[in-house]
């Protein structure tokens, strides 16, 4: 039945971790803040598809700071000529990060929790030499890629 398989894939989630289900970065659709949103860079991104979008500075991948929503570019005027910076920096949509080996039911239980439903997925890069921690970016993970995880159970 498909309730069956629902419960399966629910229980298989448990020994799965982010990275296993996340896009990987090399086909995130980011933007830098430096974006200018004028009517060709709009059409652009929403011919895209997605609802939202990393947004990075000072031209480093690594350095998200912002979540762009599609719909802050609904009531622009593509005349104004505003950054990508400045519409973000009015609406402010937190940018959520998690570890690629967290397990999928923490993350799910996060997302039940928070009200975004998108993170950006970090990786420790190994430093032998004491000193403090670094990470990179190596993706991103919605809801829907767990929900897809479930799903697709036999
Ligand atoms: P929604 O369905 O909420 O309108 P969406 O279609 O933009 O949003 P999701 O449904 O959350 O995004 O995710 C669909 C897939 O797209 C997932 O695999 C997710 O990892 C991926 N995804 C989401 N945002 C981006 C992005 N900016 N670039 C590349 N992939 C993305
Ligand atoms: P909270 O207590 O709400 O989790 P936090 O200050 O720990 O807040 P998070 O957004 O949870 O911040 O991020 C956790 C970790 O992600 C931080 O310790 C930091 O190392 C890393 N981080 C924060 N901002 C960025 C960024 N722009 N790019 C890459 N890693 C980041």
């Not at 629902?6 to 020994?15: L, Q, R, S």
């Amino acid at each position: 039945s498909n309730e069956l398989k629902i419960a399966v894939g629910a229980m298989e989630i448990a020994d799965k971790v982010v990275k296993d289900v996340m896009t990987k970065i090399e086909d995130v659709f980011m933007l830098p803040d430096t974006t200018i949103l004028n009517a060709k860079t709009v059409m652009e991104i929403v011919k895209m598809g997605y609802t939202r979008i990393p947004v990075y500075q000072f031209g480093d991948k690594n350095n998200v700071t912002d979540m762009l929503f599609v719909k802050d570019l609904a009531l622009l005027d593509p005349d104004d000529n505003f950054t990508v910076k400045t519409v973000c920096g009015y609406h402010k949509h937190p940018v959520k990060f998690v570890m690629n080996d967290t397990p999928l039911p923490n993350l799910l239980e996060a997302f039940k929790k928070g009200e975004g439903h998108l993170a950006m997925v970090k990786r420790l890069i190994n430093t032998d030499d004491g000193h403090d921690p670094s990470y990179e970016l190596v993706g991103v993970v919605t809801l829907e890629d767990i929900v897809e995880e479930i799903l697709q159970a036999e």
